[in-house]
């Protein structure tokens, strides 16, 4: 069966760069269509896509973060890692990573990561 | 890019039906049949319950059911139950070219 799980720190300073991984199993990064995109949601606010990465390396971003954003992909140990830049307190939120099989149909979703930004 | 716009909240009792919709533009939900629904409930990761505007995944329920006109997208939930209770989103593919995906507000189904 398809897992996700997101991992990475819970406590970053303001103007820090963000780091998440996510280990995936039951699916390959190298069979066409599929993708791995990374969504997150602020507490008690709705959900914002962030970024896409497909089977093929072709890479998406949030026109509104795309400055701040670099997703990219290890096929060998099933992993993707999403970094941001310049993190501000606006950006705590859940990180969530997401599979998908056809654009923006995220079919199974990690557990999701809290990531705190504060001083 | 804005958000698509849900209601903020519906509600239902027990055995009724509500729909909630979903309004986006023609460069979103008007354009593509990549409308997908996911229900969230507190503390969980959202689960995906419509997919390509009327699709359902094996295992939810066909209570569950999903429609498009134009750039408006909708969810209709037949036969409440209390479990029903959750956040509801919506999603749009949005084009390479722009936003790739965008997501709604989301509305909070309550069950009286």
């Known amino acids: 069966q398809i897992t996700l799980k997101e991992s990475g720190p819970t406590l970053v300073k303001p103007t820090q760069t963000l780091t998440l991984t996510c280990t995936f199993s039951?699916?390959?990064?190298?069979?066409?269509?599929?993708?791995v995109g990374w969504i997150r949601q602020p507490p008690g606010k709705a959900l914002e896509w962030l970024a896409l990465?497909?089977?093929?390396?072709?890479?998406r971003y949030s026109p509104s973060l795309k400055s701040r954003l670099t997703i990219t992909k290890d096929t060998s140990k099933n992993q993707v890692v999403l970094t941001m830049t310049n993190m501000d307190p606006v950006d705590t939120a859940t990180y969530y990573c997401?599979?998908?099989?056809?654009?923006?149909?995220?079919?199974?979703w990690g557990q999701g990561t809290l990531v705190t930004v504060s001083s | 890019q804005s958000a698509l716009t849900q209601p903020a909240s519906v509600s239902g009792s027990p055995g009724q039906s509500i729909t909630i919709s979903c309004t986006g533009t023609?460069?979103?939900?008007?354009?593509?049949?990549?409308v997908s629904w996911y229900q969230q409930h507190p503390g969980k990761a959202p689960k995906l319950m419509i997919y390509?505007?009327?699709k359902r995944p094996s295992g939810v329920s066909n209570r569950f059911s999903g429609s498009k006109s134009g750039n408006t997208a909708s969810l209709t939930i037949s036969g409440l139950q209390a479990e029903d209770e959750a956040d509801y989103y919506c999603?749009?593919?949005?084009?390479?070219?722009?936003?790739?995906?965008?997501f709604g507000g989301g509305t909070k189904l309550t069950v009286l």
């Open positions: 390509e505007v009327s």
């Open positions: 023609s460069s979103d939900v008007g354009s593509y049949n990549l």
């Open positions: 999603c749009s593919y949005a084009g390479s070219s722009t936003f790739d995906v965008v």
């Open positions: 039951g699916f390959s990064l190298s069979t066409s269509g599929v993708g």
């Open positions: 997401a599979h998908t099989g056809a654009y923006s149909t995220f079919d199974y």
């Open positions: 990465i497909y089977w093929n390396d072709d890479k």
